[in-house]
């Protein structure tokens, strides 16, 4: 090292029992969350875990470049012994399970599985975990995506560094000015595709990398110097864990997440790690709690503890019909911690052994050949739930019901903008001419065998155009996790101007009223909505929401099959139903150009007062709200004004 070059010391690591604490504080803000224990916002604990593990990893390439020893088949091998051992147990354990306990109709598990095997599961996840798939506290694997997102990153970041050190001849300047440009536009990257699609944003590497960006830069800087004010380093570190703290306890599911309300959580991380980076100095207060050893302990078997909890209160949710109470997801967590530290200590520590140093190769070909075998048998429970079942026929039919939700799109397909802004939105019913066009949400969808047996009887045709969680309105900004959200009011637009050059002549608006708020905006919107489609002369009818359950009827009727619940508890009645449609009748309160009509299909879903679940057999719901073929059907006769004289003469016949 030349005197004229600022290079990046060699550094001699201690043990820093602070970043175990650290750790410690991560993965019980995650499990909390999780067991629902008080931190809303303790998924931030996900975010530490990416920044700390990006400044370890980094510190650690760095000083095996500085000695002249970096080999990336050796880091690789390094990082399979670090987190395969430990996740094959679980994720075997976990297809056991689902072998035995699980429905037929719950293939997601093993699917999830063999994603893992191939370091995809945020992939996986991306394209099921969406607003017809079930609960997301039902899917044992789903913690998996955080381990793909930082084993995709470990498979590009550590050969970027080592050529970034070569053509900067281990420049600091040089290097953290590589490390920041990537980390600005990851971040840019998160921000944007929050607006356009929160689940990618989620999910994806691309807009995460930034915050094991964001570690590495840390690394990269030299440490804090031990003369710099200890007032100031305590500021720093206790502004520090203030910031994740505070993020957990006051961060929701409603917080618009990663993009920049990852930042200060991840910030937080990384004033801690700077407070106490000085060589040697444990007299911060914040490093003596850090270091307490009940708090290293637990961040010892932080990995173990993350990727154990959340399948116990998965199980635990899958097999309650009402959400688990606060005992049962209490004593799923205090269960997790002993299966962590057993699994720490006879699985991850034996694997980590100085034996296992120099057997680079063995090791990484072990590693294949332990996700080979995930994958296999994740592919082997998928394949036998297809083929039979433990579960009396009556429950697997049942269960099917849910499915639907899938199936069901292939009726009409999902109307994206691009479909509404080009006029090709999905079709259905007759050959004739096409002048109805139903718009809506997923609640708009699950109407629509209804709508197609309507049209195919009228020999009309109909477009549909529906989002999740969109509002079907001119002019509002639906900011749900699974909306449209920055793109629904073009979506709108777009599909009203379809409803105006191909001169529909009704329009049917069904959505979930309640969802959308505030009312002001919603009223302003549906008053708009329906003061442009009357200036076009078109005929516009809203729907009533479908009355809705306390719980989702397949899983209730499941109950009842294998266990005689009664579900008369858990049946909503006409007075629910009738609180449950005020909202929109506050909407429709003053409009200056009142719709067609307002159908309602509540009354042909009640029967004694009751919210009915099933009819001949088959379940009406495949959710708490959602309409099944069957329900569809059943409801069909309040849809009928919208097809005039020929569907009440089909009623006739």
Same mark, same amino acid.
């Given at each position: 090292?030349?005197?004229?070059?600022?290079?990046?010391?060699?550094?001699?690591?201690?043990?820093?029992?602070?970043?175990? =604490?650290?750790?410690?504080?991560?993965?019980?803000?995650?499990?909390?969350?999780?067991?629902?224990?008080?931190?809303?916002?303790?998924?931030?604990?996900?975010?530490?875990?990416?920044?700390?593990?990006?400044?370890?990893?980094?510190?650690?390439?760095?000083? %095996?470049?500085?000695?002249?020893?970096?080999?990336?088949?050796?880091?690789?091998?390094? /990082?399979?012994?670090?987190?395969?051992?430990?996740?094959?147990?679980?994720?075997?354990?976990?297809?056991?399970?689902?072998?035995?306990?699980?429905?037929?109709?719950?293939?997601?598990?093993?699917?999830?599985?063999?994603?893992?095997?191939?370091?995809?599961?945020?992939?996986?996840?991306?394209?099921?975990?969406?607003?017809?798939?079930?609960?997301?506290?039902?899917?044992?694997?789903?913690?998996? !995506?955080?381990?793909?997102?930082?084993?995709?990153?470990?498979?590009?970041?550590?050969?970027?560094?080592?050529?970034? !050190?070569?053509?900067?001849?281990?420049?600091?300047?040089?290097?953290?000015?590589?490390?920041?440009?990537?980390?600005?536009?990851?971040?840019?990257?998160?921000?944007?595709?929050?607006?356009?699609?929160?689940?990618?944003?989620?999910?994806?590497?691309?807009?995460?990398?930034?915050?094991?960006?964001?570690?590495?830069?840390?690394?990269?800087?030299?440490?804090? %110097?031990?003369?710099?004010?200890? #007032?100031?380093?305590?500021?720093?570190?206790?502004?520090?864990?203030?910031?994740?703290? =505070?993020?957990?306890?006051?961060?929701?599911?409603?917080?618009?997440? $990663?993009?920049?309300?990852?930042?200060?959580?991840?910030?937080?991380?990384?004033?801690?790690?700077?407070?106490?980076?000085?060589?040697?100095?444990? @007299?911060?207060?914040?490093?003596?709690?850090?270091?307490?050893?009940?708090?290293?302990?637990?961040?010892?078997?932080?990995?173990?503890?993350?990727?154990?909890? !959340?399948?116990?209160?998965?199980?635990?949710?899958?097999?309650?019909?009402?959400?688990?109470?606060?005992?049962?997801?209490?004593?799923? &967590?205090?269960? @997790?911690?002993?299966?962590?530290?057993?699994?720490?200590?006879?699985?991850?520590?034996?694997?980590?052994?100085?034996?296992? +140093?120099?057997?680079?190769?063995?090791?990484?070909?072990?590693? &294949?050949?332990?996700?080979?075998?995930?994958?296999?048998?994740?592919?082997?429970?998928?394949?036998?739930?297809?083929?039979?079942?433990?579960?009396?026929?009556?429950?697997?039919?049942? *269960?099917?019901?849910?499915?639907?939700?899938?199936?069901?799109?292939?009726?009409?397909?999902?109307?994206?903008?691009?479909?509404?802004?080009?006029?090709?939105?999905?079709?259905?019913?007759?050959?004739?001419?096409?002048?109805?066009?139903?718009?809506?949400?997923?609640?708009? /969808?699950?109407?629509?065998?209804?709508?197609?047996?309507?049209?195919?009887?009228?020999?009309?045709?109909?477009?549909?155009?529906?989002?999740?969680?969109?509002?079907?309105?001119?002019?509002?900004?639906?900011?749900?996790?699974?909306?449209?959200?920055?793109?629904?009011?073009?979506?709108?637009?777009?599909?009203?101007?379809?409803?105006?050059?191909?001169?529909?002549?009704?329009?049917?608006?069904?959505?979930?009223?309640? @969802?959308? /708020?505030?009312?002001?905006?919603?009223?302003?919107?549906? +008053?708009?909505?329906?003061?442009?489609?009357?200036?076009?002369?078109?005929?516009?009818?809203?729907?009533?929401? #479908?009355?809705?359950?306390?719980?989702?009827?397949?899983?209730?009727?499941?109950?009842?099959?294998?266990?005689?619940? +009664?579900?008369?508890?858990?049946?909503?009645?006409?007075?629910?139903?009738?609180?449950?449609?005020?909202?929109?009748?506050?909407?429709?309160?003053?409009?200056?150009?009142?719709?067609?009509?307002?159908?309602?299909?509540?009354?042909?879903?009640?029967? %004694?007062?009751?919210?009915?679940?099933?009819?001949?057999?088959? *379940?009406?719901?495949? %959710?708490?709200?959602?309409?099944? *073929?069957? =329900?569809?059907?059943?409801?069909? $006769?309040?849809?009928?004004?919208?097809?005039?004289?020929?569907?009440?003469?089909?009623?006739?016949?």
């Amino acid at each position: 090292m030349s005197s004229g070059t600022q290079q990046v010391s060699a550094r001699v690591f201690r043990y820093r029992p602070e970043i175990d =604490g650290l750790r410690a504080v991560a993965v019980l803000a995650v499990v909390l969350y999780h067991g629902g224990m008080g931190l809303p916002g303790g998924y931030v604990g996900v975010d530490v875990f990416f920044v700390v593990s990006g400044y370890l990893i980094t510190s650690q390439l760095l000083r %095996d470049l500085e000695d002249g020893r970096f080999s990336i088949l050796g880091f690789w091998a390094r /990082r399979v012994r670090r987190i395969v051992p430990a996740a094959t147990v679980v994720v075997t354990a976990v297809l056991a399970v689902c072998w035995f306990a699980l429905l037929p109709r719950d293939r997601e598990t093993a699917w999830a599985a063999v994603s893992h095997s191939v370091l995809a599961a945020n992939v996986f996840f991306l394209q099921v975990a969406g607003y017809f798939t079930a609960a997301a506290e039902d899917r044992p694997l789903l913690h998996l !995506w955080s381990l793909a997102v930082e084993e995709q990153f470990y498979l590009v970041f550590p050969a970027a560094l080592a050529l970034a !050190w070569r053509a900067t001849r281990a420049k600091r300047l040089a290097l953290l000015a590589i490390v920041g440009i990537g980390l600005a536009a990851s971040l840019a990257i998160s921000q944007y595709e929050l607006a356009r699609s929160p689940d990618a944003a989620f999910y994806l590497l691309h807009s995460r990398a930034w915050e094991l960006l964001l570690g590495a830069g840390i690394a990269l800087l030299p440490p804090v %110097d031990a003369g710099w004010p200890r #007032v100031v380093r305590e500021t720093l570190a206790v502004a520090g864990l203030l910031l994740i703290v =505070g993020c957990a306890r006051f961060y929701s599911y409603a917080t618009p997440f $990663p993009g920049l309300g990852a930042v200060p959580p991840c910030l937080g991380t990384a004033l801690v790690l700077i407070a106490t980076r000085s060589d040697g100095d444990a @007299s911060l207060w914040i490093t003596r709690c850090l270091s307490w050893r009940p708090v290293v302990f637990v961040g010892l078997i932080s990995y173990s503890l993350y990727l154990i909890h !959340w399948p116990l209160l998965a199980f635990l949710d899958y097999w309650s019909l009402d959400h688990p109470g606060l005992a049962l997801r209490a004593a799923a &967590v205090a269960l @997790s911690l002993p299966l962590a530290a057993a699994s720490w200590r006879f699985v991850e520590l034996p694997f980590r052994q100085p034996r296992f +140093d120099g057997a680079t190769r063995r090791t990484l070909l072990a590693g &294949v050949a332990a996700l080979a075998l995930v994958g296999a048998a994740g592919l082997e429970v998928a394949a036998t739930t297809r083929r039979s079942s433990l579960f009396p026929a009556s429950v697997v039919a049942l *269960a099917e019901a849910q499915v639907e939700a899938r199936r069901g799109v292939a009726l009409a397909p999902r109307a994206e903008l691009a479909a509404a802004r080009s006029g090709r939105l999905p079709m259905m019913g007759g050959r004739g001419e096409t002048r109805i066009l139903v718009w809506g949400d997923s609640h708009a /969808r699950s109407i629509l065998p209804a709508v197609d047996d309507l049209a195919k009887q009228c020999d009309v045709g109909v477009a549909v155009a529906w989002h999740s969680v969109t509002a079907p309105v001119l002019g509002f900004r639906s900011t749900d996790h699974w909306s449209l959200a920055g793109d629904s009011v073009a979506f709108n637009q777009a599909v009203f101007e379809f409803a105006r050059d191909r001169r529909v002549t009704d329009v049917l608006l069904a959505a979930l009223w309640e @969802s959308y /708020r505030p009312m002001t905006e919603l009223r302003a919107a549906l +008053d708009r909505t329906l003061s442009a489609l009357a200036g076009l002369g078109i005929r516009t009818w809203v729907l009533r929401e #479908v009355p809705r359950h306390r719980v989702p009827v397949p899983e209730a009727l499941i109950h009842r099959e294998l266990f005689g619940t +009664d579900l008369r508890p858990y049946q909503n009645t006409a007075a629910d139903y009738a609180r449950q449609g005020e909202w929109l009748n506050q909407a429709l309160a003053g409009l200056s150009v009142a719709p067609t009509g307002v159908l309602d299909a509540g009354p042909l879903l009640l029967e %004694d007062g009751r919210l009915r679940m099933t009819q001949g057999g088959e *379940a009406l719901y495949y %959710d708490m709200g959602h309409l099944t *073929a069957a =329900g569809a059907r059943l409801v069909a $006769p309040a849809l009928r004004p919208v097809f005039g004289d020929c569907a009440a003469a089909g009623e006739t016949r």
